[in-house]
C-alpha cells in the first residue's frame, strides 16, 4: 500500500502548476532566483512609486484646469453683462 500512496502524491505534485513553474523556474534562474526576485521587487516598487506620483500631478493639474474654468467662467460672465449694459443703454436711451 505504501506503494501506492506514494506515485499518487507524486502524480499530484506533478499536476500541481505551482511545483512545475517553481521547478521551470529552478531551472531557468538557477541560483540567481533570489537575485532576480529582488530586482523585480525594486522594479515594481519604483513603478508604483511613479504612479503615485503621476496620480498626484494628475491632480493638481485637473485643479489648476479646473481653477482656469473657473476663472475663464467669471470673466465671460462679466464681459457678458457689459454687452448687455452696453446694448441696453444705446438702443433704449
Known sequence: MAKNDNPTN????ANDPTSKIDAIKQLIFGENIQEYNHEFEAVKKDIL?????????????????????????????????????????????
Open 10 to 13: 507524486t502524480n499530484t505534485n
Open 49 to 93: 512609486n511613479k504612479k503615485k506620483e503621476l496620480e498626484q500631478l494628475m491632480d493638481e493639474v485637473k485643479a489648476e484646469l479646473l481653477q482656469n474654468i473657473d476663472n475663464l467662467s467669471t470673466d465671460i460672465n462679466i464681459r457678458i453683462t457689459e454687452l448687455e449694459n452696453m446694448f441696453t443703454s444705446f438702443y433704449f436711451q
